[in-house]
């Protein structure tokens, strides 16, 4: 049963805490990707990688990180240093390999909450 | 910055009714996407059309893409309470074709 799987669904942080959501995919994808989403908007691009051991930051970087060390894999830290972290989080990915090919499939999303 | 933008924000029509849906963009791109987002949910691919195309169909939904006015549409014929979610655009760069941005959406309700 091939799909991309987000975890936890629902999270909450207190301020001044590092929490890392999960993102993880069987479908063979090459490219990965975080978006922010707020309430009763677009999504923003946080990070995405194209590739095992590389990634690139979108318009919203600051105050998260990743990693990418597994083609299946692309976790997502929200650091202290990301002022108003409270969102819902959509993770996607996509074959990597040309523009015929760039449809993009989402997780489930993780909502996080700062108290 | 984002991309695409979506014109209205929001519409409400009655169940049975068509909906169109516009987006415009800044750039020039490779593919222009559409995803349907029910509340709470994760986004779901619905059609590409690629800037060589002008008109594509799936089912109901028809998508019209004119790169001249950078411009799209989506309708969806004899529309169902169940298509009630909001509507996105999405297009890649030019340069890279996975650097995506989105637009802020539209939000669709079907009466029944």
């Not at chain 1, 194209?50 to 830290?77: C, M, W």
């Not at chain 2, 409400?12 to 750039?27: D, H, L, P």
């Not at chain 2, 890649?92 to 996975?98: E, Q, R, S």
Request: hydrophobic content about 30%; aromatic content about 10%.
């Amino acid at each position: 049963d091939g799909g991309i799987t987000q975890s936890p669904k629902y999270l909450f942080r207190k301020e001044g805490q590092n929490v890392t959501l999960s993102c993880e995919q069987n479908l063979n994808h090459d490219a990965m990707y975080w978006y922010r989403q707020d309430p009763g908007q677009g999504l923003r691009l946080i990070y995405y990688s194209q590739i095992v051991n590389d990634f690139q930051k979108g318009d919203i970087a600051e105050g998260y990180s990743v990693s990418r060390e597994k083609k299946e894999s692309f976790p997502l830290t929200v650091t202290s240093a990301q002022k108003n972290p409270t969102a819902f989080y959509l993770c996607a990915s996509s074959i990597f390999g040309g523009s015929l090919y760039n449809e993009q499939f989402f997780g489930p999303g993780t909502r996080l909450t700062v108290l | 910055s984002q991309q695409g933008e979506e014109d209205p924000q929001a519409l409400s029509i009655q169940e049975g009714e068509n909906a169109t849906m516009n987006c415009s963009y800044k750039t020039s791109i490779n593919n222009l996407q559409w995803y349907r987002q029910n509340s709470g949910r994760g986004l779901v691919h619905l059609i590409l059309i690629r800037s060589n195309e002008r008109e594509k169909h799936s089912g109901r939904l028809r998508v019209t893409l004119d790169t001249s006015k950078k411009s799209s549409s989506l309708l969806i014929t004899a529309s169902r309470a169940a298509d009630t979610a909001s509507y996105f655009c999405a297009t890649d760069a030019l340069h890279n074709n996975n650097d995506m941005r989105f637009g802020a959406g539209t939000r669709l309700t079907v009466k029944p």
